[in-house]
Structure formats: C-alpha cells, structure tokens
C-alpha cells in the first residue's frame, strides 16, 4: 500500500510540474526601451513590445497580412476616404474596464495632440485634420475620428489611402484613458500598465528584459498558446549568438556577418535567411553647413560603391540601394537608379572630386565629415568600409559611435552632419518610404529636407486614385529625391536570423512581423 501510495504521489508531483511549466519564448530585441507607451514610442524595438500588449483596430497576422484588431470589420467609401469600423463586443481592457469607441476617438485625439509629441504623428495625417491638430492649428476635437456608438468607430481621410488598414496594424494603438489621467506619464510601468493585447506588462528590468505575461481578457486568449514572452537588449550580437547556445535565448534578431557560415554548419534548422524591405541608409543634415550643399552630398553618394558593400563585405543576400524605396513595392515601375550613379566607379570618383573642387575642397583643404552610428558590430564595420571609400576622395572621415537611443534622439533633434539611418516601412507601398523626406514629417524626415517640388508630387500621388498612374507619380519623385540626394541609400536588408525550432509559427516573410499570439514553443 504504502509503495502504490508512493508511485500515485510521483505522478500527482509529475503531473503538477508539468501543469506548472510555463510556455515562454525569449526574444532578442534590438535596443533597450525608453517607453512602452504606444503612442511615445520612437524606433522599432519599443514598438515591436508594444503591438504584443496594445491592438488596434487592424492586426498583423502571421505573415504580415492585416486581419481584424479590435475591430471585426470595417467598410470604406466608394471615394476611400471615409472608414468606418466596426468593434467586436465585450472589449476590455486588461484590468477588465470596458473598452468602447470613445476610447478609440480618445486615444486617436492623445496622439495627434502636440503636447504629446509623438514621433510617428505624422504617419497618420491622412486622417482628416490630423496634420493641422499636430501643427495646433485646430484643437484636437476637430480631429476626423468620432464615436457613432459605443461600437462603431467614424473615420474621415483628407484623401484615399489604400495603405490606411496596414498603417493601423501598428499605428493608432489605444490607451486606457481611466489610467493615463489617473496615473500620469509613466502609466505604462509595471504594476500601473493596463493594455488590450494578447499579452500584459509584467517585468521591466533595464538592459535585462521586459516580461509578457498572457493577458486572460484578451478577446481571443484561447486561441494564444505563449504563457509569456521576453524581449531582451541585444545590440552585442555576438552576445546574443553566445545566450543562444547557451539556451538563454530563442531568438537572435540578427547574426554577426562573419557568423553565418559557422550558423550554416553548427545550427542550419535555426538560420533565417530571407530578403527584407527594410532599408539601410545614410542621412544628411540638409539645414547644417556644409551638408546643405547638394553638390557634396552627390559626391560622397558617388563615392559609395554599393555592389561592393552588399555582395563583397556583407554577403548575406543584402541588394545594393540606390533609392530608398524597395523594388518589391513598385509594381511594374522597376528599380529605379540616379543616373550620376550609374556610372563606373573611376568616372564616378573623377565627378566627385570635381564636385569637391567646385565646392572649395581639394587634398590641402578636404572636406571633413562626422559619421555618426549606432554601436552595433555590423553597423560599425559597415560603417569602416564606406568611410574607406570615402578616402578615395579629399575627405577626411571621424566616425562615433554611440548607443542607439542616443543616436534616434540625436537624429531626431537635428544633432548630427551625417548619420546612419534604418527604416522598416509601416505599409507594403511607395509613400511608406518616401514619406521620410516629406517637409510635413516632422521628426522622421531627420534630414529636414524640403523641397516644394517633392511635396507637391506626395500631394498629387495622395489625390490620384488609379494605381498605375499613382505608381508613375512616386516615380516622378524618386527621382527629384535621387538629384537631391537628402539621403544615400546603401542597401536593402536581408534578414539573418537565429529561430529555434522548438518555436513552431515563425514564418519567413519580408516583413517579418511574428506577433506572439501565433507563436508556441514545444519541448
């Protein structure tokens, strides 16, 4: 009796750890958060955390397409400038208050508020009114967003945006406003955080993680199979590989250039290899002497041999750039090249030097250029190999590096000649990249340009509602943008990751979104 007992207790205790382990996944981020308050959020590390605890009313599924968010459908106008969306019923948030459309029209009026200061407002200026509430030209009630009832969301759009639903996926999050009045800025803080995603604020511990626990409220919980889920800093790659094989982390958000081969041959169920339409680029300060010259910032494009980055240094299935604006999102338009670039290396260096020589420098008196970059390993060599290929020329080259919020903040603020610059578009759609130049972009056109030509093309493209003639119309502007050069693309990204195969649901995709309600992590 006593021996059954014994074997009954055993597997009462097995029983009751296995019940008790829990399904997490450990993530590689790419940077420490500076806030988790959506509507705050300036790069792409604090958003990535911040879809998983807020939703909108659109969502990314697993592959990047736009399902339904909070809001179970939507219906547009004949003209596209009218939405109106839908709410699924019994919405809470997680402290289990109701979430309604007041909510929405709230949170929509927060972001657009000046006071607030978001870096991203002005991606969503297609909303009627949106630019000028931004601008405090108009209070916040003006904005285009209302409550019909407490489940039906009214939106107007100063033009047709047939990207809208995709911007919404990531943009327009909303916030509790019982809390956000109630608690102040730091709202979004552990123990304070209240959220409507699939998971809820758990832990932060500064350059350790941030801990996502499975928000029980959440419309669709059932359907989430992740108890929890980690974002750790991992700017120090090599740091990352190491907690990988360690067993640390599941994720590696990118491998160090000269790992892959070691990743083909040690750990090829967990490489990821796959083209992305992420961007990678240089940015001039266009207001700050001397960068304010055009005729300097074509002859250090110039002197950029962009084939000999992505296929000699980087080899990892990175394409050369010579526009901002990804092939992939051009429809039958075609990749697009300034024709100052198109030449040979020798004339293009000849040009550049006449350039300088134009523009007062020669070897006695060459230009001198401040690079600045964010201290990531691949960032930092890449940025070694194009001031290399600068020296071809009378320039002499300083590099800093910096941490990376630094490096945002300072971009952001005007604090800078030249920087290197990343950007994962909002939208699988031209105005996704060239919004970035947009003399209305605020704090995301970091090279302050302005040119009335440029705007006024975004203007036309905005209006224009046949597909192929809109396509021609960014054409038009590539290409006044590509005179300009405000920015020297360098190269598209591929992604190379570390995915480990117990996490079942990571799809490869050029996007490569992976919300953690469709994850699942087996043993």
Same mark, same amino acid.
């Given at each position: ?103 929405? %029209? ?46 039906? %969301? ?124 992420? %961007? ?244």
């Amino acid at each position: 009796m006593f021996k059954q007992t014994a074997i009954i207790f055993s597997s009462i205790v097995w029983l009751a750890s296995v019940a008790l382990a829990e399904s997490v996944v450990h993530r590689g981020n790419r940077g420490e958060p500076d806030t988790l308050d959506p509507h705050k959020t300036a790069n792409g590390w604090e958003a990535s955390i911040a879809t998983e605890i807020f939703m909108g009313l659109t969502a990314a599924g697993p592959r990047g397409q736009v399902l339904p968010g909070i809001a179970e459908s939507w219906a547009v106008s004949e003209d596209g400038r009218t939405y109106i969306w839908a709410l699924r019923e019994g919405l809470v948030w997680s402290d289990g208050e109701a979430l309604t459309a007041a909510d929405i %029209v709230y949170s929509y009026r927060r972001l657009l508020d000046p006071v607030t200061a978001s870096p991203f407002a002005s991606l969503l200026y297609p909303i009627k009114n949106a630019e000028a509430v931004n601008t405090s030209q108009v209070l916040p009630t003006a904005l285009g967003v209302t409550a019909r009832d407490d489940l039906t %969301v009214v939106m107007e759009l100063e033009h047709a945006a047939p990207y809208f639903p995709q911007l919404l996926m990531h943009r327009g999050l909303p916030v509790p406003r019982h809390v956000v009045e109630r608690v102040g800025p730091r709202w979004a803080r552990p123990g304070t955080f209240v959220g409507n995603g699939a998971f809820t604020l758990d832990e932060w511990v500064p350059q350790s993680h941030v801990r996502l626990n499975k928000n029980p409220r959440f419309f669709d919980a059932r359907a989430v199979a992740l108890d929890a889920l980690y974002f750790h800093p991992s700017e120090n790659l090599n740091a990352a590989l190491n907690q990988f094989r360690a067993g640390s982390l599941d994720v590696v958000p990118s491998l160090p250039q000269d790992r892959v081969a070691w990743a083909q041959e040690n750990t090829p169920d967990a490489l990821r290899m796959h083209p992305s339409l992420g %961007v990678e680029f240089l940015v001039f300060n266009t207001t700050r002497p001397p960068f304010d010259d055009i005729r300097l910032r074509q002859a250090l494009s110039m002197a950029i041999d962009r084939a000999v980055l992505a296929n000699n240094f980087l080899k990892g299935g990175e394409l050369a750039a010579y526009t901002i604006v990804h092939p992939d999102v051009r429809g039958e338009q075609g990749e697009y090249q300034p024709s100052f670039l198109e030449q040979d290396r020798a004339a293009r260096l000849e040009r550049a030097e006449e350039l300088l020589r134009d523009a007062g420098y020669d070897r006695a008196s060459p230009l001198k250029v401040m690079a600045r970059f964010n201290n990531q390993d691949i960032v930092a060599a890449t940025m070694d190999v194009v001031a290399r290929m600068w020296s071809r020329l009378p320039v002499t080259v300083e590099l800093l590096g910096s941490d990376t919020p630094t490096l945002y903040a300072d971009t952001r603020s005007g604090n800078f000649d030249v920087a290197r610059a990343a950007w994962y578009p909002e939208a699988v759609d031209p105005s996704a990249y060239l919004y970035l130049l947009n003399s209305t972009s605020g704090p995301m056109n970091q090279s302050s340009y302005s040119n009335p030509d440029f705007d006024a093309l975004l203007d036309q493209a905005d209006r224009e509602t046949h597909p192929q003639k809109r396509l021609a119309i960014y054409r038009q502007a590539e290409r006044v943008i590509g005179q300009d050069q405000p920015v020297a693309p360098l190269f598209y990204y591929a992604y190379r990751m570390l995915v480990t195969p117990n996490i079942v649901g990571w799809e490869n995709y050029n996007r490569n979104l992976h919300p953690g309600r469709f994850l699942a992590f087996r043993d």
